[in-house]
């Protein structure tokens, strides 16, 4: 057993939330000081999606929402979070929230992110202020999406799944699930 | 210029590296009959709370250059404690709390 003996400051202890947020304060004017704040992204006229898989199964996002894609790093794993946080990675510099999709896309199934990551991809989503990098399993492709072909999400669909979607697109000869950016960043 | 910065208790959850503010900790303490279980109260600036830990690693100062807020990814899926912010160093990421 051992004590450890807190700072005195000259003035005496400063509040510890006052400590806390002149220090966040001070990060933040370090990330803009060094040309880390992000550019707001046009999406343009045009709609162009990233395709990519889990398994055998297909997907989209739309590349507007698509900030980078990355190999992953040594992700740290965080306790006390829901099951899809897969932790947090070091990601030039800045702090990347890693979610596991195929676990947002199917509550319940059991991964192991050490294992897992490996050989894998990040695709780095920003909508609404908010980001995160989601795993999946390979990139395949970026495509242009005509107006006509993106289709309605597939009444079979269980709701609570179907709302991850904004639709259905033909890719390759198969319909891959055009994901929501917001749905998906939003528990 | 930066100048703030913090020095940080370093102690392992098991699962992740938490940080705590070395002038919040008000003793460590070794859990009789638990190998490896220590016990850290808090609250020498704040109102009195205790964790437990599997491991007490150190001390790490980190400047505010390597602190960054909670990704809003991240905030919204904790379910317990809510860390104020995380440290990220060359070598490690640490949430502190």
């Known amino acids: 057993m051992f ?3 807190g700072m005195m400051s000259p003035g005496g202890f400063s509040p510890l939330q006052e400590v806390r947020e002149e220090l966040l304060r001070e990060a933040s004017i370090e990330a803009g000081a060094s040309g880390r704040e992000k550019g707001r992204r046009d999406s343009g ?6 395709v990519f898989f889990l398994g055998a199964e297909g997907f989209a996002v739309d590349l507007a929402h698509v900030r980078k894609v990355l190999r992953p790093a ?18 030039q510099g800045e702090v990347l929230c890693v979610l596991d999709l195929r676990r947002i896309l199917s509550p319940g199934k059991e991964t192991s992110p050490a294992a897992e990551s490996e050989g894998k991809f990040i695709v780095v989503v920003q909508h609404g202020g908010k980001e995160a990098g989601f795993l999946v399993d390979a990139v395949r492709d970026v495509t242009e999406l005509a107006s006509s072909s993106l289709h309605p999400v597939l009444d079979s669909i269980d709701p609570s799944r179907g709302r991850l979607f904004e639709g259905t ?9 055009l994901l929501s950016p917001s749905a998906c960043l939003n528990p | 210029m930066t100048t703030g910065s913090v020095d940080l ?24 009959g ?5 016990l850290v109260r808090l609250g020498r600036l704040g ?12 001390s790490v100062t980190l400047s505010a250059r390597e602190i960054r807020p909670i990704p809003e990814a991240l905030r919204e899926r904790i379910t317990g404690e809510q860390p104020w912010a995380v ?11």
């Open chain 1, 3 to 5: 004590e450890v003996i």
């Open chain 1, 45 to 50: 006229p045009a709609r162009s999606l990233l």
């Open chain 1, 74 to 91: 040594r992700i740290a794993r965080v306790s006390g979070t829901s099951p899809e946080v897969l932790g947090l990675m070091n990601c």
């Open chain 1, 169 to 177: 697109v033909s890719y390759g000869g198969q319909f891959v699930g």
């Open chain 2, 9 to 32: 208790l370093v102690v392992d959850d098991g699962a992740a590296l938490r940080g705590y503010d070395c002038r919040d900790v008000v003793r460590v303490e070794e859990v009789a």
């Open chain 2, 34 to 38: 638990e190998p490896g279980g220590f």
């Open chain 2, 47 to 58: 109102s009195p709370r205790e964790f437990g830990c599997r491991e007490v690693l150190g």
């Open chain 2, 87 to 97: 440290g990220l160093t060359g070598r490690e990421i640490y949430l502190l709390y």
